[in-house]
């Protein structure tokens, strides 16, 4: 009997351990993902504030939100430099019951002749 009990013990601490390991590796799936798509954002294009959204694949999907920033507050219309906020949130599992992660970046731009927002360089 006692041997019945510790065993169904270890197998409770087995479960959870193998249930919090996959957590832990979806997780890094997803920050890995979130940081390739946040590192190639804007390069070689515009930065444009509003919003994206797309999918990794189809179980990750994403969208990520584009807004000045500055830490005094509002932007400076004419600066010569304009920092954004890159806002990336990561959702993933099912619609009852969805996991999500959120990623934030800096980019800076400048504004061309247009008016458009450059990435810097």
Do not use: C
């Not at 351990?17 to 940081?35: F, P, Q, T, W």
């Not at 969208?63 to 932007?75: F, I, K, N």
């Not at 999500?100 to 990435?119: I, K, S």
């Amino acid at each position: 009997m006692l041997l019945a009990i510790a065993f169904t013990a270890l197998m409770k601490v087995a479960g959870a351990s193998i249930g919090l390991s996959h957590n832990a590796a979806e997780y890094s799936e997803v920050a890995m993902r979130a940081r390739s798509l946040l590192d190639g954002a804007f390069v070689g294009e515009p930065v444009m504030p509003g919003s994206r959204s797309g999918r990794f694949n189809p179980r990750y999907r994403w969208q990520l939100d584009v807004t000045p920033w500055s830490p005094g507050g509002p932007a400076t219309p004419g600066e010569p430099l304009q920092l954004y906020q890159l806002d990336l949130t990561v959702a993933w599992g099912s619609p009852a019951h969805p996991r999500t992660a959120h990623f934030r970046a800096l980019r800076l731009g400048t504004p061309d002749l247009a008016g458009n927002v450059q990435a810097a360089r």
